[in-house]
C-alpha cells in the first residue's frame, strides 16, 4: 500500500504542489487587485456623476484630454484660479483630471485638491461628499480626516466629528488639543446640560489638562464670572484682555486686581479702578495717563493674531480660520477714538 503512494512522498512532487498554490494565490490577488481597482474607478465615475456637467466643463475636459499640456501644468492653472477665487474653473480642471489619468495615487492627490476647494468656497455638503470618497479606499489619510473634521465642526455635528476624530488619533496621537475642543463644543452645544453642570465640567477639564483656557474662561466669564474669577489662572492674563475688559464693574473680583500688576493697569486704563500710575504696556499707559488728565475720548479695540500661522483676524477664534490650529489665539491692542452717540433732532 506504501508502495502505491510513494509519489506522495516524492519531493518533487511537493514542489509541484507548492508552485500550483503559489500560482492559484497569485492569480487570486491580481484578480482582487483588478476587481478593487475597477470598482475604485466606477465608484469615482459615480461620484463625479453627482454632480451636473456644464456644457464649459465638457468643453474643458475635452481640453485637458487631448492637449499636450502635462498634468502639472493643468494643475498649477488650477490652483492660480483657486487664488483669483475662481472656484468654479477651478473645479472643472479637477474633475477633468480625474476623469482623464486613472493612476491611484493621482486620482487622491486630485481629490485632496478638489475637496479642499469645495471647503474654500462655502460647499460643505460638496466637500465632505469628496473626503468620504478618499477615505473609503484610503482609509489612513489624515488629511481626508481632518478635512471631514472641519466639515463636521462647521455644520456643528460634534458627535459626528469627535467620531471621525478617533480614527485620527490613531494616525495623530498628537491630536489631544483638537479633541478636547470638540468635546467642549459638543458639551456647550448640549441644550440637555445645566449651566452650572457645563461650568464644573469646563473647570476640570482646564485643571487637568491646562488646555483651552480662551475658549473656557470666555464662556465662564460670561455665564458664571464669580467662578471664572475663582478658578482664575493668572498666567492667561494678557491672553484674556479683551474678555477681562468686556467685564461690567460689579462681576470685577477686586481682591484679584489688586495682588496682579497686569491687572491693576488695565482696569486702571479701563476707568474700572485706580490702582496704577503707569504700565509698561504702551496701549495702557497712554490710557491711564489721559484719565489722569480728565480726558475720557480715547478708547480700546482690539485684532486677533494666530501664534502659529501669525495671521490677523478682526474677531476673536478658537481655531484658526487661516491654519486651523487650535487655542492659538493673542490678543492684540489698538487705541481708538471712544464714539458718542449723538440724537439730532430736525428742525
Not at 42 to 52: I, K
Not at 70 to 77: H, K, Q, T, V
Not at 159 to 165: G, I, Q, S, Y
Request: aromatic content about 12%; overall charge negative.
Amino acid at each position: 500500500m506504501d508502495t502505491f503512494f510513494i509519489e506522495f512522498r516524492d519531493p518533487l512532487f511537493g514542489i509541484i504542489v507548492f508552485f500550483i498554490l503559489l500560482f492559484i494565490l497569485s492569480f487570486l490577488s491580481y484578480w482582487w487587485g483588478r476587481h478593487k481597482t475597477a470598482k475604485g474607478h466606477r465608484d469615482l465615475e459615480s461620484f463625479l456623476g453627482r454632480f451636473e456637467s456644464l456644457e464649459d466643463e465638457n468643453r474643458l475636459r475635452d481640453q485637458v484630454q487631448t492637449n499636450a499640456l502635462s498634468n502639472e501644468s493643468w494643475l498649477m492653472l488650477s490652483h492660480s484660479f483657486e487664488v483669483q477665487g475662481n472656484f468654479e474653473k477651478s473645479v472643472e480642471i479637477y474633475h477633468a483630471l480625474l476623469s482623464k489619468n486613472r493612476e491611484t495615487t493621482f486620482q487622491k492627490d486630485v481629490l485632496l485638491l478638489l475637496g479642499k476647494n469645495y471647503f474654500k468656497a462655502g460647499f460643505l455638503e460638496r466637500s465632505r461628499q469628496t473626503f468620504l470618497q478618499i477615505v473609503q479606499n484610503h482609509p489612513r489619510s489624515p488629511q481626508a480626516l481632518h478635512y471631514l473634521v472641519l466639515i463636521y465642526e462647521q455644520l456643528q455635528q460634534y458627535d459626528k466629528a469627535l467620531e471621525v476624530m478617533e480614527s485620527l488619533m490613531e494616525i495623530a496621537p498628537d491630536a489631544l488639543s483638537e479633541q478636547l475642543y470638540l468635546e467642549c463644543r459638543l458639551l456647550l452645544s448640549d441644550p440637555a446640560v445645566g449651566i452650572d453642570e457645563k461650568a464644573s465640567r469646563l473647570i476640570e477639564l482646564y485643571q487637568t489638562h491646562r488646555k483651552l483656557g480662551y475658549l473656557i474662561f470666555e464662556w465662564l466669564f460670561t455665564y458664571r464670572p464669580a467662578l471664572g474669577w475663582q478658578y482664575f489662572d493668572q498666567s492667561l492674563s494678557t491672553r484674556l484682555t479683551d474678555i477681562l475688559w468686556r467685564l461690567r464693574d460689579d462681576n470685577l473680583d477686586l481682591d484679584i486686581i489688586a495682588n496682579n500688576t497686569y491687572l491693576r493697569e488695565l482696569f486702571t486704563a479701563k476707568g474700572s479702578v485706580s490702582l496704577a500710575e503707569g504700565s509698561s504696556v504702551f496701549e495702557l499707559d497712554v490710557l491711564i495717563a489721559l484719565r489722569k488728565c480728565g480726558e475720557g475720548k480715547a478708547a480700546m479695540q482690539f485684532e486677533y493674531t494666530c501664534d502659529e500661522c501669525k495671521q490677523i483676524s478682526f474677531l476673536p477664534f478658537h481655531r484658526c480660520p487661516h491654519c486651523h490650529a487650535i487655542d492659538t489665539v493673542n490678543v492684540i491692542m489698538n487705541l481708538s477714538r471712544e464714539r458718542y452717540e449723538e440724537n439730532n433732532s430736525l428742525q
